[in-house]
């Protein structure tokens, strides 16, 4: 770092704003830019207007992310008048395929860095506030491994972990692969002192993160050191590959290491049911039964379409049987877990007939949730290259059924819930009034929110003045609606986590009385 003649850093501390947009791979990316800056003497602040530093992370997955994140980028011109105001940057996968073309359209914007520079952010940041311009940062790592150290800033209940970056299944109609690059994976011992490192903070849930964990292992330095062994999966393919650390493997030795005995759950995204093993499968069995204790009773098991044709078309190497057959499984050895998907509707040649068997899937599997998306043709990709011949109008016709069709579908799951208790991780504070306005007067001042094992939001009112974030409680279910579950509290006071002061949910950043 250059300093002034004093010694001095020339631009210490002051502010930083970062705008996140995409999965929760770009809310990890965040965080860790959170941290990195933190640990340069900035702090954070959700006031672009007072900051030093604005950043937006931006995604690419979809034309609309990428509009949205230029767009932003436009109203913050404005902060900057006469040459002062803050510095601006792009990052994520926007800076990784942009690569400075935006200097042109946006010359106001100082610096761009893509998603395997993040690390390079404090020095690209005090370059720019010490008066460099158009910096840019969006080399690929080349290195065959992937190593890294999980960084959180303050006290958390909840942090991702990256266990694999990029994504070598190149389905037709996605970015992700040029985005982020070729799969690699960091190795068990690796993932496993993080982790521990976490739990030691405070750390009670993490969510393992990779574009198709299902994978994880393939290729990295241990793998090469194994034995072979031949892994299934209820497809009849071979899963993982022979002889590599695998996912399920991971998945032990984070729920048997001593040092991880505080955390509390494990979960994971995103997954592909191509590498989706029996093995994995097993995993969900109750501990008695050779399961992993920890692991979360809910799996997102992205399945795109209901229809083989389709699926063919998107280069996804999966037939709608299997992911059927994947799911009963799972459910006779979790019968509570909780199943998300994600579906794109108006894919290339989709027909009326190919939509109505995505509709024919819900019914099938009855999912908790979807996150469903109407097509949008990525530059570059294969899919691309074919014509987009589905009128937007229909696509959006289509996406509304779908999710409508889902909410009468969850309405009725939810609903079946209703008098059981359940384990809930608080995340905040809700603004559900309507909740409150049910209840008697002088009862019940605050309502919370959180998740319960299986994915499910759980609100409640509680009458205390505490904070409960970050707060695993029990909560008995007494109402439900197509996209949460309520409750009340049960007993007075929630579990307390030992030695930690504070706690802050990482999508408010609220701290904890
Ligand atoms: N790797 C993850 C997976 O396979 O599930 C996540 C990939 S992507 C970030 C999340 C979702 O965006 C995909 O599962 C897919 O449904 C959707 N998606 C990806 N490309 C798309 C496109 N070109 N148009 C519409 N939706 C898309
Ligand atoms: Fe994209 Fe397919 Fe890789 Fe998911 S598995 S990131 S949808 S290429």
New binding site residues.
């Given amino acids: 770092m250059t300093q002034d003649s004093q010694g001095q850093d020339p631009v210490p501390g002051g502010k930083f704003y970062i705008k996140t947009f995409?999965?929760q791979?770009n809310v990890a990316d965040s965080e860790r830019m959170t941290a990195l800056l933190a640990e340069q003497g900035m702090s954070p602040t959700d006031r672009a207007q007072e900051a030093q530093v604005i950043i937006i992370n931006g995604?690419t997955?979809?034309e609309k992310a990428v509009h949205k994140a230029v767009s932003m980028l436009g109203g913050f011109q404005e902060l900057k008048k006469e040459g002062k105001g803050p510095v601006i940057g792009i990052g994520g996968c926007v800076g990784q395929l942009d690569q400075g073309a935006l200097f042109k359209r946006a010359p106001y914007l100082d610096f761009v860095f893509g998603t395997d520079t993040i690390d390079n952010l404090p020095e690209i940041v005090h370059r720019v506030r010490s008066g460099e311009r158009h910096v840019v940062f969006a080399e690929f790592d080349k290195s065959m491994d992937y190593s890294t150290e999980t960084k959180i800033h303050g006290h958390k209940a909840q942090a991702y972990v990256n266990i694999m970056k990029g994504?070598d299944?190149y389905?037709t109609?996605?970015?992700?692969p040029f985005t982020r690059g070729k799969e690699k994976s960091r190795t068990i011992d690796e993932v496993v002192n993080d982790v521990a490192r976490l739990v030691a903070q405070g750390v009670r849930e993490v969510t393992l993160l990779?574009?198709?964990v299902n994978s994880f292992g393939k290729g990295n330095s241990n793998t090469q050191q194994r034995e072979p062994r031949e892994l299934h999966n209820v497809i009849g393919k071979v899963g993982p590959r022979l002889g590599e650390e695998n996912f399920p493997q991971l998945l032990r030795a984070i729920d048997t290491d001593p040092r991880c005995a505080a955390l509390k759950r494990i979960r994971f995204?995103?997954?592909?049911p191509l590498d989706f093993s029996d093995e994995l499968i097993e995993c969900y069995a109750p501990a008695q039964n050779g399961g992993v204790a920890r692991l979360a009773a809910h799996l997102?098991l992205?399945v795109?379409s209901g229809s083989n044709r389709v699926l063919q078309k998107m280069g996804r190497h999966h037939q709608i049987e299997g992911y059927f057959a994947q799911m009963d499984r799972l459910r006779e050895i979790c019968p509570d877990v909780g199943l998300s998907t994600?579906?794109?509707v108006g894919f290339p040649t989709e027909t009326d007939e190919d939509f109505e068997l995505t509709l024919r899937l819900l019914d099938r599997v009855r999912f908790d949730n979807i996150?469903?998306?109407?097509?949008?043709?990525?530059p570059g990709?294969r899919?691309a290259k074919m014509a987009d011949d589905v009128p937007a109008q229909v696509k959006n016709q289509r996406l509304n059924h779908l999710l409508d069709y889902q909410l009468q579908i969850a309405e009725q799951t939810y609903a079946s819930r209703i008098g059981r208790q359940m384990e809930v991780l608080v995340e905040s504070e809700a603004r559900n009034q309507g909740m409150l306005e049910k209840r008697e007067p002088g009862r019940g001042e605050r309502v919370w929110t959180g998740r319960s094992t299986c994915n499910r939001v759980v609100n409640f009112v509680s009458d205390s003045p505490r904070n409960f974030t970050g707060r695993f409680v029990e909560v008995k279910i007494t109402a439900a609606s197509s996209l949460s579950l309520q409750g009340e509290l049960v007993g007075q006071d929630p579990m307390p986590l030992t030695g930690q002061p504070a706690m802050v949910a990482p999508s408010t950043g609220e701290v904890v009385a």
């Fill in positions: 995409g999965c791979m995604c997955v979809r994504c299944k389905c109609y996605c970015i992700v990779g574009q198709n995204t995103s997954s592909h997102h992205p795109q994600d579906l794109i996150y469903a998306f109407a097509y949008s043709p990525r990709t899919a």
